[in-house]
């Protein structure tokens, strides 16, 4: 599967550039299919299709860009991606592989394991007119969550703003939910923070924003219903009770740095239950547990630190411990024969439980590395190391103490 389907997408990769050669276009990623009407901007698409990266405004994100004059009114921008990643890994517990971002049925036997594995291949579409932004992903994925299909329409939200005219913007749809910063300096892996919080909406949000150059808010009222990830509340009833606020703002400093600080607060989380990790949607002796998060990131002209911690407001009843996530991480940027690459350094741990339990905490140190070939093609390599075994699904059951694994991942990132 994983070969077929990266064939298919470099034969319709070539294809589309093939399409736009009599076209008027530079070797930076923009193509007019149509002209004046239809068109591809790979860092544009590039940048909405990152997981790893601006992961919680990509509302703001396609404003931004209509501001600055990097999609023009009256145009359909189309994109596509390909992510693709090889993974060996190997454990001192026989079945027992805590790697993050990957499901528990990926592998059950043995000590080490290799396999090839279609992340995503996703196409989206961004129409822009005055006033207005409409945007929809759908995409295919190997990584699945139980239940769910492989082939999802996974994100479709309208935008009414103009940042020219206005700092208010009004988002309906489903999205991810603004809150919290999540983002992941590694090529391909997730931290703790992401994996425990990133908050992903199933029923469409409304979102009420103020962007300025320097400043974010966004207040999101959510239905009350079991969102993809993170998101639920007590009684998963349909009413617009459940609701996030994130803010940040940036400051310049000297030598060309800047500092910018964030903070968020999700009022309803799964972890409000004794059913862990997907509680039913009604329960009993479920009360609101919602999450706040605080985040900081220093930037330099070729560097980015960061660091980031989101906790619950009570205690997971299915652990008897309040949860949190903590990540610290930085990047460089430079270049080798003329390519430009990105080396980067991310440490996290998540707790959810007491100490001297077996579910007490999971640590991750990734590093990584990645090169961009050209606009369109993007090769990256990560070391990872995980240190505790605490499955999100009964933990108190399936945790084991004193896991560790080393895992090696390569992969290849297409877009157009």
Known sequence: MFRHLAMASAVCFSTILSAGSG??????????????????DAGYAARMFDRQDDVTNKTVLALRARQSGAL????????????????????????????????????????????????????????????????????????EYPGQDATQLRKYWIALGDLNQSPFYLAIGRKTVNFGNFASYAPFTHTHSSH??????????????????????????????????????PKNNGDYENFAFNASHRFDLRGDMMLKLGAGYL?????????????PGTGINRSWNG?????????????????EFTQTEEVWPATGHSVNATTVQGRYRASVLGKPVTYSLAASRGIQGAKGTAWRKMDQVVLGMEMALNPHLTIGAEYMFNDGFVPLIMPTVTAVNGVRSHTVIGGIKLTF
Do not use: C
């Open 72 to 143: 023009q009114d009256y145009r359909l921008y189309l994109g596509g991606r390909f992510l693709g990643s090889v993974i060996h890994e190997s454990t001192n517990t026989t079945g027992k592989f805590p790697i993050l971002s990957r499901l528990p049925p990926t592998h059950t036997l043995g000590t080490s394991d290799t396999y090839g594995v279609v992340n995503e291949a996703s196409l989206n579409a961004t129409l822009t007119l005055p006033w207005v932004t409409a945007f929809v992903q759908g995409e295919y994925t190997e990584v």
């Open 267 to 279: 009022r309803g989380t799964i972890y409000d239950s004794t059913i862990a990790h997907h509680p």
């Open 23 to 40: 076209q008027a276009q530079t070797w930076d990623g923009r193509y007019d299919i149509v002209p004046g009407a239809v068109s591809t």
């Open 291 to 307: 999450a706040y998060n605080v985040n900081a990131t220093l930037s330099g002209s070729n560097f980015d630190l960061m660091a």
């Open 196 to 233: 425990y919080f990133w908050a992903q909406s199933d029923d469409p949000l409304i979102e009420l924003g103020y962007v300025t150059e320097r400043t974010e808010l966004a207040l999101s009222l959510l239905p009350a219903h079991r969102g993809l990830r993170v998101v639920s509340s």
